[in-house]
């Protein structure tokens, strides 16, 4: 029989190997066939991936609100972080925060 080619998620490296490596965390990779981690996409700002192997930029998980995180490729909840004192973020997945307007304010907690 014929080799198969590695599946979305995974890619091979070498000559003669009977599997292929998953990605790592924090990273995805959609395409069949690839043959260096350096194909495996980094997870955007704002999200993060736990899992190995992962097949699509949908399996980065979005930062929740009120939190941000302005990495690539990050792996842990632990990276998405409140936004500080005098501002805030309602929205979720974001990289950024916004500034409280005049007449307001937020206190970081």
């Given at each position: 029989s014929?080799?198969?080619?590695?599946?979305?998620?995974?890619?091979?490296?070498?000559?003669?190997?009977?599997?292929c490596t998953l990605?790592?965390?924090?990273?995805?990779l959609t395409n069949f066939g690839m043959i260096d981690s350096i194909n495996c996409t980094l997870c955007s700002a704002g999200t993060y991936g736990t899992g190995f192997g992962?097949?699509?930029?949908?399996?980065?998980?979005?930062?929740?609100?009120?939190?941000?995180?302005?990495?690539?490729g990050i792996f842990d909840t632990k990276n998405c972080v409140f936004c500080g004192h005098g501002k805030y973020q309602t929205g979720v997945g974001?990289?950024?925060?916004?500034?409280?307007?005049?007449?307001?304010?937020?206190?970081?907690?």
């Open positions: 014929q080799c198969s080619l590695c599946t979305a998620g995974t890619y091979q490296t070498g000559l003669g190997y009977s599997n990605c790592p965390a924090g990273t995805y992962m097949l699509s930029k949908f399996n980065c998980t979005l930062c929740a609100a009120g939190k941000f995180q302005t990495g690539l974001t990289f950024d925060c916004l500034m409280c307007m005049r007449g307001t304010y937020q206190t970081g907690l």
